[in-house]
């Protein structure tokens, strides 16, 4: 059964870092592009990154330039490298996986496995 587990997430001050992680289980990560999403209360669900190989990624432009998105197939692990944090990153950000998927757009109905979620809360 393929599960998704993130973690990592947590209370920081606006200009801080985090790393997300999210740990893959019942699946090899080979073939799967791995997507990171967030939700803001009241809001709705929005992609954040997307990362097949180090040749096929995709960032939300909010977040270019801060945000790195990696993987160690090997580990079966995925990460999200979040610099320069602002209160507006705040929410749940998920991680979700789909086969043979090819970054190109950020979307949610193109993921059909997902994490539960973890909390980033940026604030003073």
């Known amino acids: 059964q393929l599960q998704l587990v993130e973690s990592g997430g947590g209370l920081v001050q606006p200009g801080g870092s985090l790393t997300l992680s999210c740990a893959a289980s019942g699946f090899t990560l080979d073939y799967y592009a791995i997507g990171w999403f967030r939700q803001a209360p009241g809001k709705e669900r929005e992609g954040v990154s997307c990362i097949r190989d180090t040749e096929n990624t995709n960032y939300a432009d909010s977040v270019k330039a801060r945000f790195t998105a990696s993987r160690d197939d090997a580990k079966n692990m995925v990460y999200l490298q979040m610099n320069n944090l602002k209160p507006e990153d705040t929410g749940v950000y998920f991680c979700?996986?789909?086969?043979?998927?090819?970054?190109?757009?950020?979307?949610?109905?193109?993921?059909?496995?997902w994490g539960q979620g973890i909390q980033v809360t940026v604030s003073s």
């Open positions: 979700a996986a789909e086969k043979f998927f090819w970054c190109s757009v950020l979307r949610t109905s193109d993921f059909s496995s």
